[in-house]
């Protein structure tokens, strides 16, 4: 007997490349990384990718039409040891709540920011929502638990970089992973990787996500925080960097090639308070929207400092850039995927067509690696006009 599940019709689905993962680190609002995506110099596939992202860049910025909601299936994986460090559904609800006031702009304290920056200030409107069903088409919360002895490591080159990612993760074509974690070495709050396995500090999709201290997660609960290191890590796995790139230590020159290459931020130097200051007076070199040298802007989520509380619209149009280019991550908000994860009424399938002619390319399993027809295990078959179809073989 056969069981069909459903079936998805996805653009494209993951590639899994080489593991030169990056790491950005912060605690208490500190990154202990600062790499950029691209070498210097960039390679040649490096560098064409960014400009396929730039033109989805310029497209998201231009056209109104492509200011939709994109809506992210989530998963937020606990990690604990015999319950220690585990956390409470209540509490992860309220991290998600924390990361889509942000991402919304519904936040209760953008008041507190400098008023010249109000109309820079973005809904960035990407939420991320807790998904309903599992790989396996089954009911989930959206919330798994792994009990294991193993922390991570923030450092690339440690062995122990990947371990609880590789424990346990969902397809990162479906699924934007969270790893919620009792502990990480060398004292850090959480780190992310950037998006894209061609860049020389993205990585492999499996591991693509952000790791983050179960007390930084979420307002309530065992948290001590504010839960806003989820937000800026969210932002560099949605490919921004840092406000003031810290690796250069320099004002940079033109807004839109250097510094975070988002020109509504104004170039600044790492600093660590909120105290108004104006480092560096090159605000309108490139194409800046600033008729004025601005100060820093302290409350930006991509700034170490505690006041923080705005993405800004050009920080919006790169993660949008970011979220509808790459072959992984374009498909993550399409209808189909949110009926696959059980976001979405699954009556919207009956708008899908099959065509009867197309040619199977090849069968994939979970992780995105080439396997053939097996048994009792979901898979996803590729055929040669774009659709995916999710099947279990039934035995
Ligand atoms: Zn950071």
Redesign the pocket.
Known sequence: MSGFLYISNMKKILIFLFLIPQI?L?QNNW?GTVNKMLANPATEKEQNLMQKIRTNITNNSSNKNQDSLLIIPTVVHIIHTNGIGDISDLQVHDGMRVINEDFRRTNADTINGNPIFYPFAADCKIEFRLAKLDPNGDSTSGITRTDTALYPHPEPTDPAFDNVKYAINWPPHMYFNIWVVRHILAGTSGYSQYPGTAFTYGGPWETYGVVIRSYEWGTIGTSSSDGRVAT??LG?CLGLY?TFLSYSATCGAECDTTGDQVCDTPPTLPTNGCNTANQCSNDMMGPSPFTQDMTDQLENY?SYNSCQNMFSLGQKDRMRGFLTTLDTLNGLYLDNNLIATGLMQPTVITELSINENRKLLKIVDVLGRETTNKKNMPLFYLYDDGSIEKKIIVE
Request: charged fraction near 10%; charge should be negative.
């Open positions: 950005l912060a990154c800026h890590e560099h840092h991509m």
